[in-house]
């Protein structure tokens, strides 16, 4: 075969498979969310003149393209695997693999947003908080529990900076009561079942009671509503909770990383306050339940279970019709907090009659009185180090 024939067929075989990819795109029907990376994709922008002379337009379709590719997750794991056997590249788009557990690269500490961080925290207690008593404590991230030759957030030194901007708030360090495996393989949370060390050195530091240390020998399925019993699997008691295994759980991480791992579980835990509770969602203007099954079998964030996710403003009620011997009074709690709250408040929920949770990534602090009437409740800041590395609240 000639030279000339070889180049002829080699320029032919490309232009038909960009032709084939082409048409292929073309006929593909556009997907609303990427089931991997848990986010929504973007669709075809609105042609306008104003978009095409502010080149918006031309930008929209660009992310359009990219997020809607043809067999766009498996060339994205092709990409990971190049990058990590080929390249040898220690991560992949921030994130890297390691024992089984996704990691993600979050350096450096940023010290002047923890200190904006602090100084909304504080702006919160000088407006609202002058009586009551006020708490704040950090969830360190799971890198933070890796070998001291990663980079990681430097948590101790955000610690410092946080007291020194409001040395007058009762700090809470929760630091001691977790590590690795309290935290998914697959997602940068933690593990609901996993946290009665942190709800009890909570409950110390504030002076509460705690009433979940009795172990329950037996497990009485009558405790859980037909719709949990009939979706899910009761697996084992922790303390005076039962666990209900949800199933399989891909995290965030799992989808970015574009890697084949194993998948977590999920699980949740009941008691009878939690069942017997109400959530009052004021965005929606909707009351629910406080585990969202709805939400588990249809949204593509499993984690959103608890709570039904990234809400402004919820309030969680425990039934008064229903007499609650582990509630300690009729006092309320009022937790400023992120998507990790959302697995810890129902927890809580044995030593309050109710408990508003305020996220102030999505509501401005300003406005909270129109919402929240600020009385005697305890208080507690509970917001990731992640969170508090990064300026996000309004």
């Known amino acids: 075969m000639s030279e000339k024939t070889r180049n002829k067929i080699i320029v032919i075989g490309f232009v038909s498979i960009l032709f084939i990819f082409f048409i292929a795109n073309i006929v ?14 973007a669709q ?4 306008t003149f104003k978009n095409i002379s502010s080149g918006k337009a031309s930008e929209d379709f660009d992310k359009y393209t990219v997020d809607q590719f043809i067999f766009r997750d498996s060339f994205r794991s092709i990409k990971s695997f190049w990058s990590k056997n080929l390249y040898r590249q220690k991560d992949n788009n921030g994130l890297f693999l390691k024992d089984g557990s996704i990691y993600k690269i979050e350096y450096p500490l940023n010290k002047e947003n923890v200190k904006s961080s602090a100084e909304k925290i504080k702006s919160v207690c000088d407006k609202y908080l002058k009586n009551n008593n006020v708490y704040y404590s950090i969830i360190p991230d799971k890198n933070y529990y890796l070998q001291s030759d990663y980079l990681k957030i ?7 900076i946080m007291r020194e901007i409001i040395p007058n708030v009762n700090y809470i360090d929760i630091t001691k009561d977790l590590n690795l495996e309290d935290y998914y393989r697959t997602d940068l949370h933690w593990k609901q079942e996993n946290l009665e060390n942190v709800i009890n050195t909570i409950n110390d530091e ?9 172990i329950k020998n037996e497990m009485n399925s009558e405790n859980i509503t037909n719709t949990i019993k009939s979706k899910m699997n009761l697996k084992e008691a922790v303390n005076d909770y039962e666990i209900v295994n949800l199933g399989d759980f891909y995290g965030a991480y799992y989808g970015q990383l574009g890697m084949k791992v ?18 009052n969602n004021y965005e929606k203007n909707s009351t629910q339940k406080v585990y969202d099954i709805e939400k588990w079998k249809s949204s593509s964030d499993k984690y959103d279970v608890y709570l039904s996710g990234a809400t402004p403003i919820i309030e969680i009620e425990t039934n008064k019709e229903i007499e609650n011997e582990n ?14 709250g959302s697995s810890i408040a129902p927890l809580l929920l044995d030593n309050y009659s109710k408990i508003t949770l305020i996220d102030l990534r999505y509501v401005s602090s300003k406005i909270l009185d129109n919402y929240v ?8 800041f509970l917001y990731s180090a992640l969170i508090l590395n990064q300026n996000v609240f309004k």
Not at 28 to 41: A, F, N, P, V, Y
């Open 28 to 41: 593909k029907k556009d997907e609303q969310i990427s089931l991997t990376e848990r986010r929504k994709l």
């Open 327 to 340: 509630s300690s009074s009729n006092k309320e709690l009022i937790l400023f907090r992120d998507s990790f």
């Open 206 to 214: 504030m002076n509460i009671e705690s009433k979940i240390n009795t």
């Open 262 to 279: 194993e998948p977590d579980t999920i699980n949740i835990l009941i008691n009878d306050t939690i069942q017997n509770s109400i959530v």
């Open 154 to 160: 430097d948590v101790n030194e955000m610690q410092e």
């Open 373 to 380: 009437d600020f009385k005697n409740q305890d208080v507690l």
């Open 44 to 47: 075809f922008p609105t042609i």
